[in-house]
């Protein structure tokens, strides 16, 4: 019996171990989906801070050039609309610059630019278009007068000295803008875009793939219905000049749209867009290494408690064995005393061992230390557990010790009104002294309990 309660004994140490791994495996997936969650919000946190970054660029490039075309058009205003020389002069200046200067009069359609030397005219419907600029400002894309070509440029109208009113315009081709500000993230899985607050795509990051925009933002998102109410937040975002993220759901595909205000124009935006399956990727290669880490740990900690396990236990064995051999050896030279097998139990603080420390003003400090050795696992193994003691008039006890106390069982039966009955559970009766079969690996008459 006292086998079976061992081997009951270690076989909850063994669940308990198993318990543990199963908890460490569950904390560590949700650690990872943690762990996920937060690098998703981290990698979209950088997303729009790269945003930001090439938004203060850009407005950075716009304003400077805001202020030397209205220093330009200011110098322009102190000619005549008429002195062709004057203004030819000044324009050949930008002649190897990578811009196209223009200079319009707004009265007659006539139009000077720094890449051709002769004076040309404008159609009606063109000069129509440009009599509607008023002040300054940046231009969405247009059509080039003299290049024919995508433009993008900054505007200013002034007033010619013989009253005439005119236009100087600076532009460079879209390309050359794009190039120079595209922005691109995870080896060309993200872009970002150039749009106005209807959503129309004004400038495209410089790309020879396809890079499966419309153009125009909100037209694509409404495209299979599933993101309706997504698309008038982004629109109501834009209308309040907010920045941001937004996970749409296109192709099969979710992604993230960040977005931030271009300062410099109103109603502009800088607008990234990058599949969450890029950012995730990133996410994973960082949490893959995570899980690596984990596995490595709990294989070691695994390793680690199984061969503390044996070494207790071949230790425990040798130490056994040790003591086992002394007495033998000494039991059988002094007194000629043979056995087969030794067990050790702890000095119990009752009787002539209980009345020396008394004496010696020990029995506080050795309660003590039997309370700080108190071991849980030695519970199941206990003698009063699956053992009654008799005394020499059949009265009961839980164990040899209770005996020794006189601390009868708690029903205070005798051995004589035991047969043909079934045996009930009861209490078991306890004192100070229960702590000496619990210190350690346990104490009995069969040995070690836990």
Not at 283 to 302: E, H, K, P, Y
């Amino acid at each position: 019996m006292k086998e079976d309660k061992k081997k009951k004994s270690h076989k909850k140490w063994m669940y308990l171990f198993v318990a543990a791994v199963v908890c460490v495996l569950i904390g560590a997936h949700f650690y990872v989906h943690y762990i996920r969650d937060c690098l998703m919000s981290q990698t979209i946190s950088n997303v729009e801070t790269v945003t930001h970054q090439q938004q203060q660029a850009f407005d950075s490039f716009v304003r400077r050039d805001r202020e030397r075309i209205h220093s330009y058009a200011d110098d322009f205003s102190r000619h005549d609309s008429g002195d062709q020389q004057s203004i030819r002069s000044k324009l050949d200046v930008f002649a190897e610059v990578d811009a196209l200067y223009t200079v319009v009069n707004l009265e007659t359609g006539e139009y000077y630019n720094s890449k051709s030397q002769e004076v040309h005219r404008m159609k009606e419907a063109e000069l129509e278009e440009y009599r509607k600029f008023s002040g300054s400002g940046l231009r969405e894309p247009y059509t080039g007068l003299f290049t024919d070509t995508k433009m993008f440029g900054y505007y200013e109208c002034f007033t010619f000295a013989d009253g005439a009113r005119g236009l100087f315009q600076k532009g460079y081709e879209s390309d050359r803008v794009s190039e120079e500000f595209t922005l691109s993230f995870y080896g060309g899985q993200g872009y970002a875009y150039i749009i106005n607050r209807q959503g129309d795509v004004l400038m495209r990051p410089f790309v020879r793939e396809e890079d499966g925009v419309g153009d125009n933002i909100f037209e694509m998102l409404d495209d299979d219905g599933k993101n309706g109410e997504k698309a008038a937040f982004l629109k109501e975002e834009l209308g309040r000049n907010e920045s941001g993220s937004v996970l749409f759901h296109d192709q099969e595909k979710e992604y993230v749209y960040t977005y931030t205000p271009i300062e410099s124009v109103d109603g502009w935006y800088l607008m990234s867009i990058v599949s969450e399956g890029a950012i995730m990727d990133e996410a994973d290669r960082v949490i893959s290494n995570s899980q690596i880490i984990i596995v490595i740990a709990l294989t070691i900690m695994v390793t680690l408690t199984v061969f503390l396990f044996f070494m207790w236990r071949v230790r425990r064995d040798l130490l056994q064995k040790e003591k086992e051999k002394e007495y033998k050896e000494h039991l059988g030279s002094e007194y000629g005393i043979v056995f087969n097998n030794l067990f050790t139990i702890t000095n119990n603080p009752i009787g002539r061992f209980g009345a020396f420390l008394m004496r010696s003003g020990n029995m506080e400090g050795y309660l003590t230390k039997l309370y700080g050795a108190f071991n849980p696992g030695a519970l199941p193994g206990m003698m009063c557990r699956s053992q009654l003691s008799v005394g020499w008039d059949g009265k009961l006890y839980d164990c040899d010790f209770n005996q020794a106390v006189d601390m009868p069982v708690i029903t205070g039966e005798n051995i004589k009104d035991l047969p043909g009955k079934q045996y009930k559970k009861r209490k078991i009766c306890f004192d100070k002294h229960c702590y000496a079969c619990t210190a350690g690996q346990g104490s009995s008459c069969g040995g070690s309990t836990a």
